[in-house]
Nanobody
């Protein structure tokens, strides 16, 4: 059974940085497309970034392009989300997601496995 555990959330001021980590256990990590989503209070969960199993392709929400970087270390079964130049509108619970196989996956319904979420709060 796939388990995902996120870490790295916290509170920062606008312009600051955070790095989120997510460890996958229970299956072969390298076979999974990994994604990050976020959900702010009163809003729907939205796609933030995804990275293909090989790490060669990635996709981003337009509003985070150039500020966030997704990466993976298959040897450590870990996916990262480096978040720079954070803005108050980035405040949300961030979720790690995993789905087996290839293909572009940028909607929540495409992911079968989810972590518990980690809070990111950006103050102005």
């Amino acid at each position: 059974q796939v388990q995902l555990v996120e870490s790295g959330g916290g509170a920062v001021q606008a312009g600051g940085s955070l790095r989120l980590s997510c460890v996958l256990s229970g299956r072969t990590f390298s076979s999974y497309t990994m994604g990050w989503f976020r959900q702010a209070p009163g809003k729907e969960r939205e796609f933030v970034a995804a990275i293909w199993w090989s790490g060669s392709l990635a996709a981003y929400l337009d509003s985070v392009k150039g500020r966030f970087t997704i990466s993976r270390d298959n040897a450590k079964n870990t996916v990262y989300l480096q978040m720079n130049t954070l803005k108050p509108e980035d405040t949300a619970v961030y979720y790690c997601a995993a789905d087996y196989g290839l293909g572009r996956k940028d909607t929540a319904t495409q992911y079968a496995h989810w972590g518990q979420g980690t809070q990111v709060t950006v103050s102005s």
